[in-house]
Structures are given as C-alpha cells and as structure tokens.
C-alpha cells in the first residue's frame, strides 16, 4: 500500500475513482491533502461515506477500455524495452479503439 501512495503523491488527478477495494484509511487521508475529489464507496462501515453514483457509474467505461486494450498482445506482454515505445504503442492501439 505504501507504494501505491507514494505514487499517488506525484500525480492530482481532478476525480480519483475506484471500487471498494481501495477503501482503506491511509490511502483516503493521502488523498484528502491533495484537491482531488475522492469517489471510493465505502465497505460495510458504521459510518459509510456517500459518494456521488452518477460519477462512480462511468468508472465502467474506463475498465471497459483498459480490458479492451489487454487484447493486444504486444501491450499486454510489454515487449518494447523503451518507455517510449511502449507509450507510442498505447497510443497507436487506443486511437484505433476509438475509431472502431
């Protein structure tokens, strides 16, 4: 968990949305500092947060492309040894989703 927060610390994303999985106290407080809107639905809690469900709904669709995306294998396996490359390969296979 440790490295997950220290990754975070060098982004700020406007929304950060994840399932119930990412429901732990200290990743909630790393996020609380920064100016990012939290949408993370509580576990079974005594208090359980609220959220708004309209935003948490298109979470799908940001799954949905990512899986669509592991189909290339190239991607997938991560054969460039550049980052470069790898991030123009990205690149390439995400426009072609957006265009089918």
């Known amino acids: 968990m440790a490295l997950s927060i220290t990754f975070l610390g060098e982004v700020d994303p406007v929304a950060f949305i994840t399932d119930k999985a990412y429901d732990a106290d200290p990743l909630i407080k790393s996020l609380k500092n920064g100016r990012s809107h939290r949408i993370i639905p509580s576990k079974k809690r005594i208090n359980p947060r609220t ?30 040894k550049l980052k470069s490359m790898f991030f123009a ?5 995400s426009a072609t989703l957006e265009l089918n």
């Open 51 to 80: 959220i708004p469900f309209s935003l948490y709904k298109k979470r799908n669709t940001t799954e949905c492309f990512f899986a669509r995306l592991k189909q290339f294998r190239n991607i997938t396996t991560r054969y460039d």
């Open 89 to 93: 390969a990205v690149q390439l296979v």
